[in-house]
């Protein structure tokens, strides 16, 4: 079955305690993105790859960092979590040569800094 | 700069149409998508359209898009409760085919009475 998988679902940190959370796809797609959704302000994109090695930020990528390693995982670091990260947070995927219909999204990853 | 904007609150009756509307700025958009949030799950895609067309239906889901005014709707005909989730409208702006950035509206809460 074609999916993005996240790792965990959730989690409970406290302040300045790294944390990875995972993001796998089984499509090899190129192309891999980061979000996270706010109440009141939808999703916003915090940093992207177009295939591995290659990486950019996007709209809010401060308190963040990623890498590419392999085609399928994107993990999203965070070295000192604060609470203004606490969200939820979604990874998606999609093939350099699909259209914006074939972008799958994750299960989603709900953080809570305290 | 690029923004889109949806109400954030819609409630309806159970077989009464609903219309969730969205407005964006980025006139240079390829795509325009509806995605549904079901509580505690991931995005999914309902339906999109390209944006030199002005409508398109999908058996309950009709999507209008009024170009001039940067203006989409998405109509559901005869709502059922299992339609109570969260509506996002995003836009792909011009470029990011390179980025894998979608732009999303706040989200619109659709509650369905019964």
């Known amino acids: 079955e074609a999916q993005v998988t996240q790792n965990p679902r959730y989690l409970i940190t406290v302040t300045g305690k790294k944390l990875t959370v995972t993001c796998s796809q089984n499509?090899?797609?190129?192309?891999m993105s980061w979000y996270r959704q706010d109440p009141g302000l939808g999703l916003r994109q915090i940093y992207y790859?177009?295939?591995?090695?290659?990486?950019d930020k996007g709209d809010v990528p401060e308190g963040y960092k990623v890498s590419r390693k392999e085609k399928r995982n994107f993990p999203l670091i965070l070295e000192s979590p604060s609470p203004n990260q606490t969200s939820l947070y979604f990874c998606?995927?999609?093939?350099?040569?699909?259209?914006?219909?074939?972008?799958?999204f994750g299960p989603g990853t709900r953080l809570t800094v305290l | 700069g690029e923004d889109v904007e949806q109400s954030l609150f819609l409630s309806v009756r159970e077989g009464d149409s609903s219309v969730i509307n969205c407005t964006y700025t980025?006139?240079?958009?390829?795509?325009l998508y509806w995605y549904k949030q079901e509580p505690g799950a991931g995005l999914q895609l309902l339906t999109y359209?390209?944006?030199?067309?002005d409508m398109k239906q999908d058996q309950r889901l009709t999507v209008l898009l009024n170009k001039k005014d940067k203006h989409l709707s998405l109509r559901i005909a005869d709502t059922q409760t299992g339609d109570s989730a969260i509506y996002f409208c995003?836009?792909?702006?011009?470029?990011?085919?390179?980025?894998?950035?979608?732009?999303f509206g706040q989200g619109t809460t659709l509650q369905v009475k019964p």
């Open positions: 998606a995927s999609r093939g350099r040569i699909q259209g914006w219909n074939e972008q799958f």
């Open positions: 499509m090899n797609h190129e192309y």
């Open positions: 790859s177009m295939n591995v090695e290659v990486t």
């Open positions: 980025d006139s240079s958009s390829t795509y």
């Open positions: 359209i390209f944006s030199n067309m």
């Open positions: 995003a836009e792909s702006p011009k470029g990011s085919g390179n980025t894998g950035k979608l732009i």
